[in-house]
């Protein structure tokens, strides 16, 4: 192993850990401190606008129904979400925000918005597009790495995908304005 | 509406666009009044949100769902950038319902 292999390995490890650390921390220290990441991200991929169904819901977060329903449970209990039955399709039932899990929602948004900001800010324009293409490549790679160990090969949708679609997604909500 | 127009029109639309923005302005007090419980009359738009009105993040968000819901609006984290004073929010605001009807 050269030196550069030890150093980018232990760097990424310790990227990784440390996201969810700031992440986890300033959740507990913040007001939403009732709210697990897990649950966060819930709300983060029901997002703050239109109601959507159990089933694409848990799409978005590689999860299975059954899974989403005991967190739906918990955040509804706790305030953050509304379950309602579809008006014209009573077999479908709906789940949105309520204006804590709406405001919970747009802080998270924010936290990451800003964390990225200041990683950004030193960079020139050229550096940072270099900066995002560099990091985006590390991804593409990781997310190939991943699917090798996913055994069912008719499952198309990698937790990496997953999350990666939510950001997607949760770009083209925050352009769509 | 361009220059060449009736006067009396233009000012009529002008008077139609104050009327609008003094109701959105009265919608924003009444949401920051409840918040900070302070005078209505003690808040104007030239105040600063965060400085005069020490909102801090999570008031502002309430603010921002807040108005979202009674506007059927979409104020995302780009657009409010650039807010700083009440006035700016009741301008966002106005704008973004106008857009909505054209």
């Known amino acids: 192993m050269t030196h550069e292999e030890q150093e980018l390995g232990l760097l990424l490890s310790r990227v990784f850990e440390n996201v969810v650390m700031t992440e986890e921390k300033s959740l507990q220290k913040g007001y939403f401190s009732d709210l697990s990441i897990a649950e966060m991200h819930t709300l983060d991929a029901i997002g703050p606008y239109e109601a959507r169904t159990m089933s694409e819901t848990a799409q978005s977060l590689g999860v299975t129904t059954g899974t989403l329903t005991v967190s739906i449970d918990r955040l509804v209990r706790k305030g953050y979400v509304i379950r309602k039955r579809d008006e014209h399709d009573r077999r479908i039932v709906r789940i949105s925000l309520t204006r804590d899990g709406k405001v919970a929602c747009r802080m998270h948004s924010k936290f990451h918005a800003v964390l990225a900001r200041h990683i950004l800010e030193p960079y020139s324009k050229d550096e940072k597009d270099m900066l995002i293409h560099m990091v985006s490549e590390i991804d593409e790679f990781l997310t190939a790495q991943l699917l090798r160990y996913d055994d069912d090969d008719d499952n198309e949708m990698s937790i990496r995908e997953t999350a990666h679609d939510v950001a997607a997604q949760q770009r083209r909500r925050e352009q769509n304005g | ?102």
């Open chain 2, 1 to 102: 509406m361009d220059d060449t127009g009736d006067p009396r029109e233009r000012n009529l639309n002008e008077n139609d666009i104050a009327k609008k923005k003094d109701m959105i302005l009265d919608d924003i007090v009444k949401l920051v009044v409840q918040e900070l419980d302070i005078s209505p009359t003690e808040i104007t738009p030239d105040m600063s949100i965060e400085d005069d009105l020490t909102f801090d993040s999570l008031q502002i968000y309430e603010l921002v769902v807040d108005l979202e819901e009674a506007y059927d609006i979409r104020l995302p984290d780009d657009m409010l950038d650039s807010i700083v004073t009440v006035g700016d929010f009741v301008d966002l605001v106005y704008t973004l319902t106008t857009e909505e009807l054209s």
